[in-house]
């Protein structure tokens, strides 16, 4: 099936150091959202974003929604441990809720 | 309930062997959504109810599998005659049914078969 593309796949990065990862798609999305899923688990949201351009934080995750609509970033500063996971963007694209298209995931490996 | 609750957690089966999993949603919530997760990759999407209304199955992958939700709250995902292939973890989400409302989803349910 169609998925987002999503970068980096991995990144090793040492605790305390900010990180950013995106999202590009070849066609347009009206939502675009963040999720977290650690081992055994299911994918947790993070962040929404709803309009074209908009940039929003939670705690030190901060993420935009691309004006062309196409792309997404991921930023977290000050990375700690607990930061560790995979994490999925997703777009949705009609008004309704209809199911989301999802990256294949950027794995977050933080060395002490 | 506080969240979506999938059972079982892990369910093992010899190929041939036809599956039953087990989805309950967030407790008020229209739209439920399976996804299929193989090791290593994003969940994409199988199949999409608004209420008791499958409204698009269009990523099921064969007639092997068939969803249903028949009173619009618990909805199970049955797998018959499974394959090696069919070994994945398997996510139910839901969600409002609101304009752009996000999905929150189960822990998943990961099959294996043997």
């Known amino acids: 099936g169609q998925q987002l593309n999503q970068s980096p796949q991995s990144m090793f990065i040492q605790e305390g150091e900010d990180v950013s990862m995106n999202c590009t798609s070849s066609?347009?999305?009206?939502?675009w959202l963040w999720y977290k899923q650690d081992p055994g688990e299911g994918p947790v949201l993070l962040i929404a974003?709803?309009?074209?351009?908009e940039l929003t934080s939670n705690g030190r995750l901060t993420a935009q929604f691309g004006i062309t609509r196409k792309d997404s970033f991921l930023n977290i500063s000050a990375s700690i441990p607990s930061d560790v996971g995979i994490y999925f963007c997703?777009?949705?694209?009609?008004?309704?809720?209809?199911?989301?298209?999802f990256g294949k995931g950027t794995h977050l490996i933080i060395q002490p | 309930g506080a969240g979506v609750s999938q059972s079982p957690r892990y369910k093992v089966a010899k190929r041939g062997q036809d599956v039953a999993l087990r989805c309950d949603p967030i407790?008020?919530?229209?739209?439920l959504f399976w996804y299929q997760q193989a090791l290593g990759q994003g969940p994409e999407f199988l199949t999409y109810?608004?209420?008791?209304?499958?409204?698009?199955k269009s990523g099921l992958p064969s007639d092997r599998f068939f969803a249903e939700r028949p009173e619009g709250s618990v909805s199970t995902l049955k797998i018959q005659r499974t394959q090696q292939e069919d070994s994945a973890v398997y996510l139910c989400?839901?969600?409002?049914?609101?304009?752009?409302?996000?999905?929150?989803f189960g822990n998943g349910t990961r099959l294996t078969v043997t």
């Open positions: 407790s008020g919530h229209v739209s």
């Open positions: 989400a839901s969600s409002s049914g609101t304009r752009g409302s996000p999905l929150h």
């Open positions: 974003l709803y309009k074209a351009g």
């Open positions: 066609s347009i999305f009206n939502t």
């Open positions: 997703a777009g949705l694209r009609g008004g309704g809720a209809d199911g989301l298209t």
């Open positions: 109810f608004q209420n008791e209304a499958q409204l698009d």
